[in-house]
């Protein structure tokens, strides 16, 4: 039942971080300034999606136990 929560979740992380990729790609960051403030969010969000990555992993194994 979390699994499904858990990839959710990630899933909405991928698309947000995609969704900022593709427009750091697309020249849509003002100055210098705002691209930093979308790679910060970037790496911020990246940071999450490893954190969600090894909750799964450790609720996996704890099923297993």
């Not at 947000?16 to 969000?45: P, R, S, T």
């Not at 999606?49 to 090894?54: A, E, P, V």
């Amino acid at each position: 039942m979390i699994d499904k929560h858990l990839d959710y979740l990630a899933n909405k992380i991928d698309s947000k971080v995609l969704q900022l990729q593709e427009a750091l790609g697309d020249d849509c960051a003002k100055d210098f300034g705002e691209y930093k403030k979308m790679a910060g969010e970037i790496q911020g969000l990246l940071t999450a999606r490893r954190y969600i990555s090894d909750l799964h992993e450790r609720l996996r194994e704890s099923d297993d136990d």
